[in-house]
């Protein structure tokens, strides 16, 4: 006799608690058996989205005994993930594949197999996707399963201390979507990015320290730490861009470093950002670029020393409902294919727009161009690329007139 979902449940959260990481795809294939399900099967995506790759249980070999990794291109599982939307497989026995997410963060599917599919026993599945998601990524913090899980390869030292300082790539409230990718994953040395939500504003920050190294990637993170201490503290934007000077200069002497560092607040559309030295942001609307929008008389870079002290200026612009604005590093425009052929902002652009006026969600969009841009030089970047598209979308009551 199956049980009720909510007390299936409650018997898998309670278990959750205490459980070892490695449990956790056991303690899912449990709960789903006692809703009446035949099996369930944890995926989660790789680190540059290529694959879904199923967690490894206690004795499994060495893909984790849950089955192959899945490619996200050219399967059901894979068009789950990136659509984000419930999707069935009528091979027999029949598969319901649900998308993991966290928030509206993309982490992986969940695979239900079952003799067959009824409204209730679907509304069993979206439930038990909705807990899995969430005693994953809590679990996350903590072990080294689920990130060993997804990763195809070994990351360097420099990629690993960038990727500790980064935050989900998407997030995000029913009034803007932030999202971000950054390559090349395995091997990122100068760039980084931040976003974050905080008393009705979306902090948004890219950054490209010089180099291609550990010590690039300590500018980096040095740049991050110091942005995210400086707004957590009240501080304004150029309070953060003097505070990672400060740094550089003290702890990375001659670490150069680009970026943006953007408010947008969520109340008024109001776009506010200083650029030191980084190609200008994009402005997205109605799936057209607005030349020149953020474009601003460039500045000089951080961590030239004290003789270099700039006076930041802080820029403003008023987003309209529906406007993304896209802020990049030179690695994206500028990657070149084999003969010599940059990828290019008019790619960049048409590509982008595209993409959104066909539908895509912002992640969706971003994890294909990126794929691109890798294409386009053969899988190798000679430089780090890093994107984050952030939508304004609040509701049109909340629209000041």
């Known amino acids: ?146 990130s060993r899980t997804a990763r195809r390869r070994p990351m360097t030292t420099a990629a690993e201390m960038v990727w500790a300082f980064l935050p989900p790539l998407t997030l995000g409230t029913d009034r803007v979507t932030s999202t971000a990718v950054v390559e090349p994953a395995y091997e990122i040395g100068g760039d980084a990015f931040d976003h974050g939500l905080d008393d009705g504003r979306l902090h948004m920050t890219v950054v490209d320290a010089m180099g291609h190294d550990l010590a690039a990637g300590l500018a980096s993170a040095v740049a991050l730490a110091g942005c995210r201490s400086t707004r957590r503290a009240g501080g304004s934007l150029t309070d953060i861009t003097a505070r990672i000077d400060e740094d550089l200069n003290r702890w990375r002497p001659g670490g150069l470093l680009t970026g943006v560092f953007a408010r947008l607040d969520l109340d008024t559309g109001r776009l506010s950002w200083v650029n030191a030295g980084h190609p200008p942001p994009l402005l997205i609307r109605a799936h057209h670029v607005v030349p020149g929008a953020l474009e601003v008389s460039g500045e000089l870079p951080l961590g030239l020393g004290p003789g270099y002290a700039a006076t930041r200026t802080v820029h403003e612009a008023q987003l309209e409902p529906g406007d993304r604005v896209l802020i990049h590093t030179d690695g994206v425009t500028e990657a070149r294919s084999a003969t010599g052929r940059q990828f290019g902002e008019v790619q960049l652009v048409d590509f982008v727009t595209r993409a959104l006026a066909a539908g895509e969600p912002a992640p969706e969009a971003l994890r294909r161009l990126i794929h691109a841009i890798l294409d386009h030089h053969h899988g190798r970047l000679q430089d780090d690329a890093t994107i984050v598209l952030a939508e304004w979308h609040p509701a049109t009551g909340d629209v000041p007139s």
């Open 1 to 146: 006799m199956a049980e009720e979902p909510g007390v299936a449940l409650a018997l898998f959260l309670e278990q959750s608690h205490t459980a070892a990481p490695l449990r956790v795809p056991e303690l899912v294939d449990e709960a789903a058996r006692r809703m009446g399900m035949a099996s369930a099967t944890v995926y989660l995506a790789d680190v540059q989205e290529d694959e879904l790759v199923p967690l490894p249980r206690p004795g499994g070999a060495g893909d984790g005994g849950g089955g192959t990794a899945l490619a996200i291109e050219g399967t059901v599982a894979g068009w789950a993930y990136r659509t984000m939307s419930l999707r069935l497989s009528h091979r027999r026995p029949l598969s319901v594949w649900l998308p993991l997410v966290d928030g509206i963060t993309r982490i992986g599917v969940l695979q239900v197999v079952a003799e067959q599919v009824t409204p209730a026993m679907l509304d069993g599945a979206v439930q038990l996707a909705a807990v899995t998601a969430l005693i994953v990524v809590s679990k996350s913090g903590f072990s080294d399963l689920f």
